[in-house]
């Protein structure tokens, strides 16, 4: 079982970049994907980006591709999603998962270990 930690989030204004970082402990060296989700207040958990085990392969959700970087250090057991261009509709908690299918699923229930979520405010 892998287990995951995010970091990074805060307060910034729109057009600022923040970057998130999901921390892997476990067993990492077994082959897993990793993706970021987010969830608003009253609003269901959403893809945001994904990124294979080797890192070749890539995914985002049309909301974010061209501003959203999603990239892994496997030698630190950590993934990066660097984000630009903030937006206020950018706000949520994020939240990173491993899936060890390393299929780039989009759907939550693919993922098999979350972490705590980190909150990422953009005001206007």
């Known amino acids: 079982q892998v287990q995951v930690v995010e970091s990074g989030g805060g307060l910034v204004q729109a057009g600022d970049s923040l970057r998130l970082s999901c921390a892997a402990s476990?067993?990492?060296?077994?082959?897993?994907?990793v993706g970021w989700f987010r969830q608003a207040p009253g609003t269901e958990r959403e893809f945001v980006a994904a990124?294979?085990?080797?890192?070749?392969?890539?995914d985002y959700a049309d909301s974010v591709e061209g501003r959203f970087t999603i990239s892994r250090d496997n030698a630190k057991n950590t993934v990066y999603l660097q984000m630009n261009s903030l937006k206020p509709e950018d706000t949520a908690v994020y939240y990173c998962a491993a899936e060890k299918s390393n299929w780039l699923s989009t759907v939550p229930g693919s993922y098999d270990s979350w972490g705590q979520g980190t909150q990422v405010t953009v005001s206007s």
């Open positions: 990124i294979s085990w080797n890192g070749r392969r890539t």
């Open positions: 476990g067993r990492t060296n077994s082959p897993f994907a």
